[in-house]
């Protein structure tokens, strides 16, 4: 299994949003770089990941798991553009700050940290781990 994280804003796509849709789960579809794309790419049913309120928030919120591979993005009219599905798995007790990443000498090389601006990235098992006991989960 590996591990990734899915960045959005909360006003567009919110934690909420994508626990109302239950086990179906969503496209996260509108990404339009190639190197997020490609992460998406190597990603396998039952990997799990972060849900990441961006913005204003700037958190990890939740633990997804993804519930569909690689598929061309519906919304995007151009066969270059896939997505995966995703659905909810867990809200995380105590949202996790950036603010807080940033200050874990544990986290220091997170993709979050050094390349920031990606909004589909890799995590490493240690980091999941790590950030999931920072906000009160028990794995």
């Not at 239950?22 to 990997?47: I, P, S």
């Amino acid at each position: 299994m590996r591990y990734w994280l899915f960045k959005s804003e909360p006003s567009t796509w919110s934690w909420e949003d994508q626990v109302a849709k239950g086990e179906a789960g969503e496209e996260w579809d509108g990404v339009r770089n190639y190197q997020a794309r490609n992460f998406m790419r190597e990603m396998k049913l039952g990997d799990r990941g972060f849900f990441y309120h961006s913005q204003s928030e700037k958190a990890v919120v939740g633990i997804i798991e993804i519930c569909a591979e690689v598929h061309p993005d519906s919304k995007a009219g151009d066969p270059r553009w896939e997505c995966v599905d995703i659905k909810a798995i867990e809200k995380l007790p105590t949202p996790v700050t950036l603010d807080e990443i940033k200050g874990d000498p544990a986290l220091s090389e997170m993709a979050l940290i050094k390349q920031s601006r990606l909004s589909v990235q890799p995590v490493s098992e240690a980091e999941f781990l790590h950030i999931c006991a920072k906000g009160g989960l028990k794995l």
